[in-house]
């Protein structure tokens, strides 16, 4: 067997969202895979029993089919399928096999599908207003700006092309019928169990330019003024009516970064309340403009959701009385859930570090489960994937911090070997137990690998996630360090004067940040980074909202300048010494080009050893759905990169 190198980017299957059927027999999922003659990505709908068995592709995935949803009769799937130019569009097609027909064809392209209770309809929710004039010869118009939140990393200008909600009958020959609109966003549609109301989330109160908050509505299926059912008291979403449609369980994140946990609401409005006051992970799957999975009703009012645990994501059932439980847990990561009509069994995509996304079926009563796909089977035949070894490490009092360390490929005994130190980005996100292939390839290439969870990372409470607030570079620098020198010392086979640094978005702040505070490192990649907060308030599609979310309240331009010069990699640039590569996207909108240009102005003007890779037509996701050959490329910068330097 041979460890896994770049070009193996093209030979994994993703597997992701998945719809279990309501009589809990099928399941369906997404599977996709980059191309590597077209440079782009092609994904189709498959099914496989929930018994197991051999999975069946179900529709031609000629381009990107996604989102498979089984109507409630069992009778239909819908799904997105992009076709030819189009943008992506509602498809149904017959449980038991046939074609698929289109019900919608919008300009701008439509949402993932969600079903009325009487399997007739479909609501969904899709970018409004007038698409581009396509002929490049015709000067584009100017823009009138009147909103801080107008553009969208990945998207662009959003601001004349509102999200709003549609209906439409899959009868054919019926066209979709608009039932919100206004200038906000309306996503994420959820109908009421009579299929008279559809509840959604939107953003609709006056100071919603300079905040993260946002509300469930509830509004008529013939459309109307909707119903205010949150109490703009922080970020709601997955919007999900109970069985007998008094209440609507959902996410809700009181302030950012903090946990989002399931609430309770009266359907009427009010009655505001935690399904469990003491339960304070990481909850919810699945995140916009994508899918988000709704929290899922189970026979006796308790729910189903997502959590986060210390490098995990497992299922949990939460319910009032109750408490919350673990249904089951392990060295892994699910991303994706589904539950069948009787609550009694749920689908769930799941992935470990030496194994791609597949999809398991899950008894919820017993906590049982069963892998029933292996679509990468073939390839882990030939490929060698590296385990990683788990520490808790102490960082300061009352602190434990989540690391892990990978051996290089093909290690010899009595040899040494350079390390690579990553660093994750968001900052409330985490590593892991999931499979990553940039770890993989790295580990690959003969270099050990070190990752971990700083303070300001998700997993943990709360209190830990938020402990960086108003001081970035603090705390979560010395759990960076702290953690990847406890994983040296289990590490006797790495050689401590090869040491790398490396991380993308606030990874690469945190490269940065080190890089200009210490000389442990020999080389650092840093990758699509924040380093200067000053242009970041204005110059990045979230800056005005995040950077006070982050640096502190009063840390703006106007306010406290001192506090955005104080945390910014930029300001200690002129301590660094470590030899550093810069990489970046040149349509990045969440961390403009112009915070990799700046430090690359700085380090040249100082005459040290820099180098600057530019990624053009790429955006800040480059690295995760960036065009196949541009993924590719990427992985040789790196790899030649530290090759020259360690």
Known sequence: MRPMTPGD????????????????????????????????????????????????????????????????????????????????????????????????????GAGVPAWSPDSAHIAFSARTGEPPDPDPKKAKPYRRITNLKYRLNGEGFTYDHRRHLFIVAIEPGCEPRQITSGDWDDTQPAWSPDGREVAFVSARHDERDFDNTSDIWAVPVEGGEPRLVTGTDGGCGAPSWSPDGTEIAHIFTPVWPSNSTLRLANSRGGGLRPIDPGFDRATGAGALPGAVALPAWLPGGAVLSLAQDRGTASPIIAGEHEGTRWVSQGRRMAGWYSVAKDG???????????????????????????????????????????????????????????????????????????VLLNVHGGPFGQYGEGFFDEFQVYSGAGYGVVFCNPRGSSGQDTAFGRALVGDMGGPDYHDVMAAFEAALTRMPWADQSRLGIMGGSYGGFMTTWAIGHTNRFKAACSERAVNDWYSMQGASDIGSVFNRNYLGDEATIQEDLEALLRQSPLTYAKNIETPVLILHSEDDLRCPMSQAEQLWVVLKQRRKDVEFVRFPDENHEMSRSGRPSHRRDRFDVILDYFARKL
């Open 344 to 418: 009694r069994t749920a689908a769930i995509v799941s992935t470990s570090v030496t194994r791609p996304a597949e999809v398991f079926v899950l008894d919820l009563e017993s906590g049982q489960e069963r892998q029933v796909t292996n679509m990468n089977a073939k390839w882990l035949e030939e490929v060698e994937l590296a385990p990683a070894e788990h520490l808790a490490v102490p960082t300061a009092e009352g602190v434990e911090v989540d690391c892990w360390f990978m051996k290089p490929a093909g290690m010899a005994e009595g040899q040494t070997y350079p």
């Open 9 to 108: 980017l093209y030979a994994i299957t993703w597997v992701s969202e998945c719809d279990i059927s309501p009589d809990g027999r099928l399941v369906a999922f997404t599977a996709a895979r980059m191309e590597q003659e077209s440079d782009t990505y092609r994904s189709a709908i498959w099914v496989v029993e929930a018994t197991g068995g051999d999975p069946r592709q179900f529709t031609a995935g000629s381009k990107r089919d996604s989102s498979p949803r089984f109507s409630p009769d069992g009778r239909w799937l819908a799904f997105l399928s992009e076709r030819g130019e189009e943008k992506p569009q509602i498809y149904v097609m017959p449980t038991a096999g046939g074609e698929a027909r289109p019900v919608t064809k919008l300009p701008l």
